[in-house]
């Protein structure tokens, strides 16, 4: 194919606007797979246990498509992309092997946050952008007003919007052709003789095959055999097997400028995953080229604690989580271990709802069942003489120990976006207040009509928005709200670490960076689930939640003596030894913190039910 007959695209929007179903569309009207009876929810492209489950589309995924049109035949790549805030990553990277980008935007419900955040991020990347209006088949469609929003936000030709349903896949051809019209074929490779330039831009793990890349060709050919090595870690790499995505892998003679495709390659020298690098340019051994610009680094907002529920599992954890993190390169791992859960990983994601997809696909894909502990996001703290991070509650230091010498903690804020309909202002502003936001503004997107919507923006701590913000944010909005945030550095804040102590011992795993005006709620409140989950002991048990060296909540377990065979008359001597057994059994799973017995189960679902 030549690179005039090629088109790249990405279909951006916000989550729930139907990318994933306009894709399937896509694909039976180009014969890429059978045709389902209309209304047919298939979604190809939602490969992954969670994502069919939830509805959400988690991992961008490539296909490539071929349509004729005016007698000429073109080759479609298309990239469906995540539209949670999580993920905005792996959108992002995405784009970059695209000239052009569909903004898909709902019709009855109109702009929401992540609509705009994908668009500034296609944008960024100078990508042609084709607004289309989706769901014109429902009777709340508004696609009249919401043109008018599309133009007043994004500054787009109102005449070049279009309008589809790709439920019933109405419009849905024009789509087809207003890519092969506006999208300009990529300009890279026009020169076949040029050195070769790939960009990696994705990379998924098969457990047959091990990882599979996906590439997009700037220059040159590649063909099986060659020898091609990485501009960032210099590693030298033999192509094994390579073709497109159509859906599934398809082998191909060679990938030509242009082309986006996989590759199975293998290291010249010991294979390991970790080392290619998501946005990593390769080139021919022996013909470096300048790498492609805006290679980054996923940066973990949250980390957490993953343990086993049976501590005996954790070398096959950490082998489930290093094979998942293949698929996952966004995830930074590094040991751990506690007193109170044994060995495990801390491991850093870019959000929560990442974070929980990530548990989610341990448990579907590995079959494994973890602990996690509380969410921290990385704080900073700033010494007399040097500034260090911190993103587990272990290591933070107690602030008001004047031999640690610390001038101040500061904790990362974001600016969040919140558009909702404007009857839910003053719900909102109170949610938002109540999480110590900052700088609070809102304008109203659409005046000229009667019942508005109006986008609210302020500054919010990172920390703030990772436990329940967001469910709060749905149910005091009835679920009209949606929620878009990016990084906005660090603020010094009055944090104080918080830890529980069982019998006077501190549990480990549990400890939390809190601030100080909440620190005496959060306390009360971890106590009393502590008191409610921890079993009664044969002597009274105090639970103390600690700030510093000041007790600010306390609760107590009282005790019991526990006698299993009490009720039972002499003679049934089978029984009594069966219960004896069963307790035996049940005490192996206890830990001990200090002289306290606490089950294995009792930390699942105190971390858990957070
Ligand atoms: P995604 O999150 O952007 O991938 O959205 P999905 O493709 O998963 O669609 C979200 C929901 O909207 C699903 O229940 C779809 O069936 C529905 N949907 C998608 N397109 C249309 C459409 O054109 N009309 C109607 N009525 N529903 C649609
Ligand atoms: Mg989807």
């Known amino acids: 194919y030549p690179a005039h007959r090629i088109r ?3 279909i951006i929007a916000h989550i729930d606007h139907g990318k994933s179903t ?14 389902h009876k209309p209304g047919d929810n298939n ?23 071929f349509y004729k049109h005016d007698g000429e035949e073109y080759l479609l790549n298309l990239i469906d992309t995540p539209g949670h805030v999580d993920f905005s990553w792996e959108v992002a990277r995405s784009l970059g092997a695209c000239e052009g980008a569909l903004l898909l935007v709902d019709a009855s419900q109109g702009v929401q946050a992540q609509s705009i955040s994908v668009f500034h991020a296609a944008k960024d990347k100078k990508l042609k952008i084709i607004p289309v209006l989706n769901k014109i088949d429902l009777p709340a469609a508004e696609p009249e007003r919401i043109a008018t929003q599309i133009q007043a936000m994004f500054d787009l030709d109102p005449n070049d919007i279009l309008n589809v349903s790709a439920k019933t896949g109405l419009g849905v051809r024009d789509v087809l052709h207003a890519i092969i019209d506006r999208v300009p074929p990529p300009n890279a490779g026009t020169n076949h003789d040029a050195p070769l330039k790939m960009l990696l831009f994705d990379s998924l793990y098969d457990r047959y095959r091990g990882v599979i890349s996906l590439v997009s060709i700037k220059d040159g050919e590649l063909r099986k055999g060659d020898k091609i090595a990485s501009c960032h870690s210099r590693k030298k790499y033999e192509v094994m097997d390579l073709g497109i995505m159509h859906p599934e892998e398809v082998p191909t003679a060679c ?6 495709g996989w590759i199975g390659a293998c290291a010249a020298t010991k294979k390991s995953g970790k080392e290619t690098l998501i946005g990593d340019t390769f080139h021919r051994v022996g013909q470096p080229v300048e790498p492609l610009p805006g290679f980054q680094l996923a940066k973990p907002m949250v980390y957490a604690g993953v343990y086993p529920v049976d501590s005996n599992d954790f070398p096959k954890l950490e082998e489930s989580i290093k094979r998942l993190t293949l698929t996952d390169r966004s995830v930074s791992v590094q040991r751990e271990s506690s007193t109170a859960l044994g060995q495990g990983c801390r491991l850093g994601f870019l959000g ?5 997809v990530f548990r989610q696909r341990l448990e579907d894909e590995y079959d494994a069942s973890v602990i996690i ?7 900073k703290l700033v010494y007399h003489d040097r500034t260090e991070f911190v993103s587990n509650p272990t290591d933070f230091p107690d602030i008001n120990d004047p031999r640690v010498r610390l001038n101040e903690v500061q904790e990362p804020m974001v600016t969040a976006s919140i558009i909702v309909p404007s009857d839910y202002l003053g719900e909102m502003m109170e949610l938002c207040t109540s999480h110590r936001a900052q700088d609070i503004d809102y304008r109203y997107l659409d005046s000229e009509y009667q019942s508005s919507r ?7 701590p990172l920390g703030e928005i990772m436990t329940d913000f967001f469910d709060k944010l749905k149910s005091r909005s009835s679920g009209f709200a949606s929620f878009d945030y990016e990084d906005a550095g660090y603020q010094k804040s009055d944090l104080v670490k918080m830890t529980f102590l069982l019998n006077g011992r501190q549990v480990d795993a549990l400890a939390f960076i809190v601030h100080r005006s909440a620190a005496e709620n959060i306390g009360r409140e971890w106590a009393l689930k502590l008191r409610k989950v921890i079993p009664r002991q044969q002597f009274e048990v ?10 600010i909540a306390r609760e107590t377990i009282s005790a019991v003596r526990k006698d299993v065979t009490a009720g039972m008359y002499g003679g049934h001597h089978e029984r009594k030894m069966k219960k004896l057994a069963e307790q035996k059994e049940g005490k192996k799973r206890l830990k001990r913190i200090g002289s306290v017995d606490v089950p294995q189960e009792a930390f699942f679902e105190i971390l858990s039910s957070n």
């Open 8 to 10: 790249n695209f990405a």
């Open 22 to 35: 306009l894709s399937d569309r896509l694909l039976e009207l180009t014969n890429t797979i059978q045709r």
């Open 43 to 65: 979604q190809v492209l939602d490969k992954l246990k969670v994502e069919r489950e939830r509805g959400i589309t988690v991992k961008a995924q490539t296909v490539s498509m």
């Open 255 to 260: 990938l030509r400028p242009g082309q986006v």
């Open 352 to 356: 929560t709802l990442h974070m929980d």
């Open 373 to 379: 502990t509380a969410p921290t996001v990385p704080y």
């Open 454 to 460: 109006i986008m609210l923006t302020c500054r919010l």
């Open 542 to 551: 105090p639970i103390q939640a600690v700030v510093g060296k000041k007790v």
